[in-house]
């Protein structure tokens, strides 16, 4: 008898914005008609439901003992290395006998790269010759995090984004958490010459964050009415966005996660973020995970880094 591979967990945030929550419910879905031989699920940590609890029950009552999640997030900050890890071991506890494996975040994977570079032409109005590239600076927005690993990795998209594509510039800015925010990346941009700037925005779906780098580069926009300013969409559940989940799903499957610890604040002492070394996990409490105790942690105590 053959076994069944392990089911697809997808682990999102969560959002206010019930468009971006629908948009991620609609990409779990997606997923699964693609692939008819995966019982596949998808949950949140906070904010929207289902929360991942629920995802996870749903998995059970089909049959399903073992599964891959993959968390369905662009860089590596608190939710992927501590919150959905805990959620999971919270989870096994709630349901003995399962057991899973866990991938890595998305990260600024070239499939993903190329999706940004079509939101820019599409702001540009169409497909951009190299002239009209070299007076373009652009501006990646990201989510924003306490966690400077997680900052890096914007930086390092931004970085991948200008290498041998042609743009003026790819400069850095976050809606939160993390500085510059937009007006000052955009301050910047104009200090660096720039003539021409397409704000885009690191992020999968849509969102009240999204909305807010928009409502931002607007009002920038308005008190310099001499520069020009683009907005560029969000990344969308495009096929290569699809596709690039398979590919952290079967890397789960493999345990070939690579996940990188050089950098986590969880292990290694940066400056400023000492206190956070070997810090104990919690799993997010989310409004709609009723019935379930709320108090534990990763079992271990520590940080449930890739496991």
Same mark, same amino acid.
């Given at each position: 008898?053959?076994?069944? &591979?392990?089911? @697809?967990?997808? *682990? !999102? #945030?969560?959002?206010? $914005?019930?468009?971006? =929550?629908?948009?991620?419910?609609?990409?779990?879905?997606?997923?699964?008609?693609?692939?008819?031989?995966?019982?596949?699920?998808?949950?949140?940590?906070?904010?929207?439901?289902?929360?991942?609890?629920?995802?996870?029950?749903?998995?059970?009552?089909?049959?399903?003992?073992?599964?891959?999640?993959? &968390?369905?997030? @662009?860089?590596? *900050? !608190? #939710?992927?290395?501590? $919150?959905?890890?805990? =959620?999971?071991?919270?989870?096994?506890?709630?349901?003995?006998?399962?057991?899973?494996?866990?991938?890595?975040?998305?990260?600024?994977?070239?499939?993903?790269?190329?999706?940004?570079?079509?939101?820019?032409?599409?702001?540009?109005?169409?497909?951009?010759?190299?002239?009209?590239?070299?007076?373009?600076?652009?501006? @990646?927005?990201?989510? !924003?995090?306490?966690?400077? $690993?997680?900052?890096?990795?914007?930086?390092?998209?931004?970085?991948?984004?200008?290498?041998?594509?042609?743009?003026?510039?790819?400069?850095?800015?976050?809606?939160?958490?993390?500085?510059?925010?937009?007006?000052?990346?955009?301050?910047?941009?104009?200090?660096?010459?720039?003539?021409?700037?397409?704000?885009?925005?690191?992020?999968?779906?849509?969102?009240?964050?999204?909305?807010?780098?928009?409502?931002?580069?607007?009002?920038?926009?308005?008190?310099?009415?001499?520069?020009?300013?683009?907005?560029?969409?969000?990344?969308?559940?495009?096929?290569?966005?699809?596709?690039?989940?398979?590919?952290?799903?079967?890397?789960?499957?493999?345990?070939?996660?690579?996940?990188?610890?050089?950098?986590?604040?969880?292990?290694?002492?940066?400056?400023?973020?000492?206190?956070?070394?070997?810090?104990?996990?919690?799993?997010?409490?989310?409004?709609?995970?009723?019935?379930?105790?709320?108090?534990?942690?990763?079992?271990?105590?520590?940080?449930?880094?890739?496991?």
């Amino acid at each position: 008898m053959t076994t069944p &591979p392990p089911a @697809l967990l997808i *682990a !999102g #945030h969560g959002t206010r $914005d019930e468009a971006g =929550a629908e948009a991620f419910r609609d990409f779990v879905r997606e997923l699964g008609r693609r692939h008819p031989e995966l019982p596949v699920a998808g949950g949140f940590i906070e904010l929207s439901p289902p929360p991942l609890g629920d995802a996870v029950t749903d998995l059970v009552e089909r049959g399903v003992r073992r599964f891959a999640a993959v &968390p369905l997030m @662009l860089v590596s *900050a !608190g #939710h992927a290395k501590g $919150d959905i890890p805990a =959620a999971l071991s919270r989870e096994k506890e709630r349901h003995p006998g399962i057991s899973y494996t866990y991938g890595r975040p998305l990260g600024p994977h070239p499939a993903l790269l190329s999706v940004l570079e079509r939101r820019l032409d599409e702001a540009l109005g169409g497909a951009s010759s190299p002239e009209e590239r070299a007076d373009v600076t652009v501006l @990646l927005v990201g989510r !924003g995090s306490t966690d400077p $690993d997680a900052n890096a990795e914007v930086h390092k998209a931004a970085r991948l984004l200008w290498e041998g594509r042609g743009y003026a510039g790819v400069e850095t800015a976050f809606v939160s958490l993390a500085a510059p925010d937009v007006p000052s990346g955009l301050d910047r941009c104009l200090k660096l010459g720039a003539r021409r700037i397409i704000v885009l925005p690191y992020f999968l779906f849509t969102g009240i964050l999204p909305d807010r780098v928009k409502e931002q580069t607007g009002a920038w926009a308005a008190a310099h009415p001499e520069t020009e300013v683009l907005s560029a969409e969000v990344i969308g559940p495009e096929p290569e966005l699809l596709d690039l989940v398979m590919e952290r799903y079967r890397e789960a499957v493999r345990g070939d996660l690579r996940m990188n610890c050089d950098s986590c604040v969880y292990r290694i002492a940066l400056p400023g973020f000492e206190d956070k070394v070997g810090q104990p996990q919690q799993p997010h409490f989310h409004p709609d995970d009723d019935g379930h105790h709320h108090h534990h942690g990763h079992p271990h105590g520590g940080h449930a880094h890739a496991h």
